[in-house]
């Protein structure tokens, strides 16, 4: 029996009051990034028909999606079944359903795919075609010509705005919000309760309320299911149709309605479920050929009824047609939808050639009412594969919507957003949460890492715990299911797929963000405070606070990974790449990557499980010195534990010098002051998770979920302190805020009479530079205050001499080493020896198993010292990898690398590029095209690979450091520029600025 879901009308509600008068935004540019026939907006499967099919016509075709892959009409509503006949309805249908490497049979019966299955071909459907595309890129404006006719739209996502020129649009989202915008008219959407769907997959049947099926005939592959031995579930399908209100057609009305879906449907036995709920709308585009018949096939439709009225170069795609809505039900299936889509396409691509652009295209604006508002937004950059334009776009001064008012907003739901959210919300506060994935809980739900790793668990960590193991028996479900029901039940909104995207500011005091909401709107949520919960830092960049990502001297990053979901996996850690999140491209390249070379499991999370993000540089940066001198803070919040897990090479001088093999296997403990969540100008501002106010080393021990829940639940309450007292988040009473911590049980009572533990005494630095002779002991208080440091090593060094039974050599070379490392060259000499005399093998002494190897060490500490007469010693020991038989690792090119820069003498620069043309080093850019390389390595079921990460940062940063010195040959440049295409966000940003600044190696700390 085929299955729709029909709207109907059940009775009717009030519409949501208006909030008040929007925000002018003041005029700007972005930039164009694309030039196209044809600009597809939405990733159903509809949508890529048509790109697909105005592709094969000879148009050129971009398409841009909110969701954060393709698929979202059969992968994001589960819905992930078709009827016999629909099956051989088009090729791509039977790609949609086809196990790997098969063929789809002529069915009799329904037959079943995955989500993973779905997006997949979707994916390759568009490369093949040769169609360009981006995931997490909401439409929200239309462009127009100088006839004021549509040409094309403009994008917001993770790197800014972009703009896109295109002859046809084709609106293939839920809302039809570009159409809207062009001038459509649409039929009123009347406030109601209408029929939706949901799927779940669990193994119980939920009671929502309604009718709920049980799809008998879906039976998941064992590789797709993969429960722990304590979960005994047999996994159904099960669809549930029920009645929902939604106040009006609007964005608020929609994340409600999502809320209300979820609430009815969680069983404790929830194994997935479905982003969205699948919905016919009762409001539909009005077109001069409107479809009456309630039945027609996929080849009879009339495409006119795509179209709106009055308005060129524009139609919808999917329910919104001017069809009666049963046949809109069919639009929503995707056999249908391919066909349609796929005649759409082919007829966009005919009017594309028939189209001018007359004059400049522009955003053209709307009224406001008075002067324009501070608005800001971040402005990033896409790699080059997504950007085929050049030039500008002006943008005309126009009024945002305000979409919300609140106490507290907290941007992003993940480890750290939801607890934040909880604790407003218990504070009485009002509170809405912007989450950009149909989930809460981030990297510890949605990524898949769904177990605790260290941290002290303790406080509000309990009681999640406890809230968690009560409401299902699938940590990732119930983990995302508890925060959303506990936030709900205090009253809190939540607003799925909807991305934070901007800050306004009055002065320097945070009055709301920019949000950009599913269907496209781009408005503005006022609040008395903002918790930036984004991971990311994304609020306080847009708000132009300093933040730090790229390491200045090296291209140099933490493991990422992206979890393969097998239902009931209790989670699935991975490590396989590098990635800037602030980079859309990155994050959309990434997706696609992944799921394209993961055979098996039944999805690919969309979320970027990345450790290392962009980060706030606050009022306070914790280093990891601080916790290596367990320093203590007046402003304490959280005691962060861990074991020093950074998944990748430290970037502090101070973990090459010492061997730092002991401090990896200890648990340690570093305390957070409040002031590192703080941005040093931005008021209404706290900054939490991993985009908070902390080094890269240190976030190795800070970003354990335990802490950050904690942290959460911390933020929530200084907010609330904040607006008890009515004064600013720096200026609230600490010791108040940790007395609440201490009673929560997040923090011992010990802090509350804790100061600050530095500057260092004397006695201390005294006795470390003392202690260093032993096996480097006390080495990080003199790395964390070498101006006073420094002198009191020289006076041990000269010391040395007068001893009664001679100068110890070994201790002679410790003092040597961490002076050259510090940047005094005393004791070059010595070393320089050293490293003429002994081989790259060379252990510590009575050392074993040490992460950084004594030569590599020797050579760093010679470019530090900075002294010239090094430079023989390390051309010498770059010309003994050279000869083809030692390993050319990529620890020693490091050493290398930036022992030449530091030194800065172009006479190294020839043994660079001979490294660089040793066997496998150079040569691993890849390019965005059909198929994609594979990680190699990459395995989707232990999902650790190290090799790419490797391979690529030793190519990058010995071409790097070669270009630096000058080159040789041009060898670096064509490297660079190899990278500077590279669809990897990560190293294509780093070459980028390479190329544009070489010199430019910043002034940040190691
Ligand atoms: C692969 C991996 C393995 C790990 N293993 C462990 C482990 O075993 N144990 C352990 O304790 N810790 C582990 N960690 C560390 C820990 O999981 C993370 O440090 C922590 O989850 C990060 O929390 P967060 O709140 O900062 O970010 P997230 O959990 O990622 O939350 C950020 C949320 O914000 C949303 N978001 C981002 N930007 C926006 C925006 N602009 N608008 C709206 N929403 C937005 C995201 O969708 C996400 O949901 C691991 C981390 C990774 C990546």
């Not at 200890?666 to 501002?685: F, H, I, M, Q």
Request: hydrophobic share 40%; net charge neutral.
């Amino acid at each position: 029996m085929r299955t729709t879901c029909i709207a109907f009308l059940v009775g009717a509600l009030a519409v949501v009051p208006s909030i008040g008068g929007g925000i002018v935004e003041p005029e700007t540019t972005v930039p164009l990034i694309q030039d196209v026939d044809v600009l597809v907006i939405g990733g159903t499967c509809g949508a890529v028909a048509a790109a697909e099919g105005a592709a094969q016509s000879g148009a050129k075709v971009f398409l841009a999606t909110p969701g954060l892959c393709l698929g979202e009409d059969v992968a994001g509503t589960l819905r992930v079944w078709a009827e016999p006949d629909e099956i051989g309805s088009s090729d791509l249908m039977g790609r949609l359903f086809a196990p790997a490497g098969q063929e789809v049979a002529p069915a009799t019966s329904r037959i079943y795919t995955t989500p993973l299955r779905v997006k997949k071909a979707l994916d390759t459907t568009l490369l093949k075609a040769g169609v360009r595309f981006l995931t997490g890129a909401y439409a929200t404006d239309v462009l127009s010509d100088a006839s004021g006719l549509p040409a094309g739209a403009v994008l917001c996502d993770r790197s800014g705005r972009q703009a896109v020129r295109a002859k046809v649009i084709i609106d293939a989202t839920a809302r039809g919000r570009l159409a809207r915008l062009a001038g459509a008219e649409f039929t009123p959407f009347p406030g109601g309760a209408y029929s939706v769907s949901r799927v779940v997959i669990a193994g119980s049947a939920p009671e929502c309320g309604g009718t709920v099926t049980r799809h008998d005939e879906w039976r998941p592959d064992k590789d797709v299911v993969q429960l722990s031995s304590k979960t005994t579930i047999t996994p159904g399908l099960y669809e549930c149709v029920f009645p929902l209100p939604f106040a009006d057609g609007g964005p608020r009305a929609f994340a409600e309605a999502e809320q209300a879906a979820r609430d009815r449907t969680f069983t404790a036995t929830q194994l997935d479920a479905a982003d969205r709920v699948c919905f016919i709308p009762p409001d539909h585009v009005k077109s001069a050929s409107p479809c009456a018949k309630e039945r027609a096939t996929a080849d009879e439709l009339n495409l006119g009824a795509l179209r709106p009225a009055g308005i060129g170069g524009v139609y919808v795609l999917g329910p919104l047609a001017d069809v009666p809505r049963p046949l809109a039900a069919e639009l929503a299936r995707p056999g249908f939808a391919i066909r349609v889509g796929a005649r759409l396409g082919r007829q966009a691509a005919a009017d594309a050639k028939s189209r001018t652009i007359t004059g400049e295209i522009r955003r053209a604006g709307r009224e406001g009412h008075g002067a324009a508002a501070d608005v800001r937004e971040v402005r990033g950059t896409l790699t080059q594969p997504f950007v085929a334009a050049t030039g500008t776009i002006p943008c005309e001064a126009r009024e945002l919507p305000v979409l919300d008012e609140v106490d507290v907003i907290v941007a992003g739901g993940g480890t750290t957003g939801a607890p934040a959210a909880i604790g407003a919300t218990r504070h009485g506060l009002r509170t809405v949460v912007v989450e950009q994935l149909h989930e809460l809980g981030g990297v510890q739900t949605a990524g898949m890492i769904c177990g605790y790793y260290y941290g002290n668990r303790r406080g509000f960590t309990t009681e999640i715990d406890e809230g968690v193991a009560a409401t299902g028996k699938v940590k990732s479900q119930s983990k995302a299911e508890w925060y959303r029901r506990t936030i709900r039940e205090g009253k809190g909104s939540i607003w799925f797929g909807s991305m934070v995207v901007g800050a306004w500011l009055e002065g320097t005091r945070l009055r709301g963000v920019i949000v950009a909401t599913p269907d496209g709107t781009r408005g503005v949520i006022r609040a008395k405070a903002v918790i930036d919960a984004s991971g990311n830092a994304d609020v306080a960049a847009a708000a132009g606070e300093p933040t730090e990502f790229y390491h200045p001297e090296e291209l140099i990053g933490q493991g990422v990974g992206m979890a393969v979901i097998r239902l009931g996996a209790g989670g699935h850690n991975n490590d396989f790449a590098l990635i800037d999140d602030t980079d859309a491209s990155d994050l959309c390249f990434f997706g696609l990557r992944t799921r394209l070379m993961t055979e098996g499991g039944w999805d690919v999370s969309q979320l970027v499980n990345s450790r290392e993000r962009r980060r706030l540089v606050g009022v306070f940066q914790v280093s990891a010195l601080d916790y290596l001198t367990a320093r203590t803070f007046p402003d304490t919040i959280i005691q962060h534990r861990s074991r020093f897990d950074l998944h990748g090479s430290p970037s502090h001088d101070f973990f090459y010098t010492k061997n730092i093999r002991t401090a990896n296997h200890v648990t340690l403990e570093a305390n957070g002051p409040y002031r590192s969540l703080l941005p040093k100008t931005t008021d209404g501002l706290l900054v939490v998770g991993l985009g908070m106010s902390a080094t890269r080393d240190a976030m190795a021990i800070m970003r354990m979920q335990p802490d950050l829940q904690n942290q959460g639940y911390a933020a929530a309450c200084a907010v609330q302190l904040a607006l008890a007292r009515g004064c600013e988040l720096r200026d609230i009473p600490v010791r108040e805020l940790q007395r609440q911590l201490v009673d929560k049980g997040i923090l011992p009572e010990s802090v509350l009479g804790e100061e600050d533990s530095y500057p260092l005494p004397d006695a201390v630095l005294k006795l470390a530079s003392h202690d260093v002779m032993m096996g480097y002991g006390g080495l990080p208080f003199l790395f964390a205050d070498p101006q006073r440091a420094k002198p009191l090593l020289l006076a041990k060094y000269e010391e040395l001499s007068t001893h009664s039974s001679g100068r110890d050599p070994e201790v002679s070379l410790i003092y040597a080493h961490v002076l050259a490392m510090l940047g005094d060259p005393v004791g070059v000499d010595e070393l320089i020896a050293w490293v003429a005399t002994h081989g790259w093998d060379d252990k510590w002494p009575a050392d074993s198993g040490a992460r950084v190897n004594r030569m590599e060490s020797y050579v760093l500490a010679l470019g530090r010292a900075g002294s010239t007469k090094a430079v023989p010693a390390i051309l010498a020991k770059g010309q003994e990898l050279c000869d083809g038989k030692k390993s050319v690792s990529a620890s020693r090119c490091r050493a290398l690398g930036l022992a030449s820069v530091t030194l800065g003498d172009p006479a190294l620069a020839g043994m660079l590029a001979s490294l660089l043309d040793q066997p496998g080093i150079a040569g691993h850019a890849i390019r965005l095209a059909d198929p994609i390389p594979p990680v190699p390595g990459y395995d989707s079921r232990s999902n650790y690979s190290q090799q790419e990460k490797m391979e690529v940062a030793r190519e990058v940063n010995l071409a790097a450091a070669l270009y630096r010195l000058g080159d040789h040959d041009g060898k670096a440049r064509a490297i660079l520029d190899a990278y500077a295409e590279d669809p990897r966000g990560f190293c294509a940003n780093y070459a980028r600025r390479i190329l544009l600044d070489p010199a430019g190696r910043g002034t940040s700390p190691r």
